[in-house]
């Protein structure tokens, strides 16, 4: 079954770019465009696409407010949102993610970057271009991890692994090499670890560890 993908955009050209970058894969469909965030949110609860890919800056309603209609806290089914943004510094997608979004991707990082995204983002893997995330997340959190006394948590210690791995970008394939264990041990520690922090994706689980000053 194809990945079904709602392109939200305000240009054109970047709106079929995408389409052409994603409909050549064989497991992805484009299956609306939406030139401005309110148009968006109409399309993205009608037509639940498996993947929305929202740009910030758009006409009516911003990418961030957009965003967190679709995927925040207060929606109680919320959609799988990626962020496309043109800048990695951009504060905006700090918003974002704590907004519900369940990851972001830079505009210029190529189709098969693109395709990736929207792979990972359906699949509720890891977020794409994980080394942007990380450096993202750690300038906006700079002063919690220069904290010298730990921070207590509520996770067992192969738990807190887990969760240090996935706010490092890590997938779960790759948390499960480093840490010699099975893919599906894997997910049940961060299954287990997701309930037991109130996080809603991956996303929220590496703001958690870098809010808290886990990571350096």
Known sequence: MS?????A?????VRTGFRLVL????????IAEAADGEAAVRLARRLRPDVTLMDIRMPKVDG?????????????DPLRVVVVTTYDADENVYAALLGGACGFLLKDAGPRLLVEAVRAAANGDAMVSPAVTVRLLA??????RRRSQPVPTPLTDRESDVV??????RTNAEIGADLGISLS????HLASAQGKLDARNRTEIAIWAWQRGLLR
Do not use: H, S
């Open 64 to 76: 961030l407010q957009a965003t967190e209609q679709l995927a925040g806290p207060a929606v109680a």
């Open 185 to 188: 041990t894997v997910k049940t």
């Open 9 to 13: 955009d305000d240009q054109t050209l």
């Open 164 to 169: 240090l791995a996935v706010a490092r970008g």
């Open 3 to 7: 990945i079904r993908v709602l392109v």
């Open 139 to 144: 300038r906006f959190t700079e002063n919690v």
């Open 23 to 30: 409909e050549a894969a064989p497991d992805i469909e484009v």
